[in-house]
């Protein structure tokens, strides 16, 4: 396997943390990217190289995919990671929240696929492994910003991808399902504080308990099969351009769309009115 050049955002912690060790460990030259380049001094030992990068700051990732290419020549493949989950009702939710949600999960990754493309336009090859969510395929209750900015990736990564393909370049879409992460409790967070005192307190906070529950649950699937359907795409010759993965993330799918539209929305209402787990 020949080593490639790979920047990854979101890199500080978790499923971006981890696959940076892994795709090192593997032989490849690693860039990995956040806000907290401390969070990542551990990397160092399997050989990353750790960089701030902000993907709300457009001269903030010039200047790590610049910094890249003065390195190395090249950039084989760009994972757009970081992201995170704002639920709230759409009255609750401060518009400057729903942009920055968009900022983070949806125009930032946009940027960085314009600044890498010029290099693998001129290489001729290059693969961009965008992180959506089966959030991008369904909707759940209180999750509007979340589900539009997943929603919006997907759709971007489908048209990037029948753009680019003449140039060499794949555009694969990981749709994890629920996974051990603290993006639950980081959501539920989220609703408790935008829904307390107004007419959704009550149905927001049943809720924000349901997904703490939810995700400290055992029957959900480990971190470890993101990471790994991440190398699967970073190495395979030929990627899928989709690799749906993770607890229920299928079943999810199927439902949303095989259930008439009320029947779904009825299912998910459930989901604030009484305790779950």
């Keep these: 396997m020949q080593p490639k050049i790979i920047l990854i955002t979101g890199a500080s ?4 943390y981890d696959t940076a060790a892994a795709l090192a460990q593997q032989g490849h030259k690693v860039y990995a990217a956040a806000r907290r380049v401390e969070r990542m001094e551990p990397l160092c030992k399997y050989g990353v190289i750790p960089m701030r990068m902000d993907v ?18 090249r950039i084989d493949v760009l ?3 970081a992201g995170y989950g704002f639920f709230g009702a759409v009255e609750n939710v401060p518009i400057d929240d729903a942009r920055n949600q968009m900022e983070v999960n949806l125009f930032g990754l946009a940027r960085l696929c314009q600044l890498v493309l010029p290099a693998m336009r001129a290489q001729h090859s290059g693969r961009i492994i965008n992180t ?7 909707v759940f209750y209180y999750g509007a910003w979340y589900h539009v900015s997943k929603y919006a990736v997907e759709a971007f990564s489908d048209a990037l991808r029948m753009e680019v393909k003449p140039f060499g370049i794949d555009v694969v879409i990981i749709e994890p399902g629920a996974i051990k ?4 409790a980081i959501a539920a ?5 935008t829904s307390e005192g107004t007419a959704y307190a009550g149905t927001g906070k049943m809720m924000a308990e349901n997904l703490r529950n939810m ?6 699937s480990d971190a470890a099969v993101v990471r790994k359907a991440i190398c699967r795409a970073v190495n395979a010759r030929c990627p899928r351009t989709r690799y749906r993965i993770g607890h ?4 999810i799918v199927f439902f949303h769309w095989l259930l008439p539209t009320r029947w779904w929305d009825a299912m998910m209402r459930m989901m604030g009115k009484r305790k779950l787990m």
């Design 79 to 81: 994972i757009n990671n």
């Design 181 to 184: 992460t603290d993006w639950g």
């Design 215 to 220: 995700y400290q649950s055992p029957s959900l």
């Design 189 to 193: 967070g989220h609703l408790a504080e």
């Design 132 to 138: 959506s969510s089966v959030a991008g395929k369904s």
């Design 248 to 251: 229920l993330s299928g079943t």
């Design 56 to 73: 709300t700051d457009g001269q903030s990732m010039q200047r790590g995919v610049q910094s890249v290419l003065s390195n190395e020549g």
């Design 13 to 16: 912690s978790g499923i971006g």
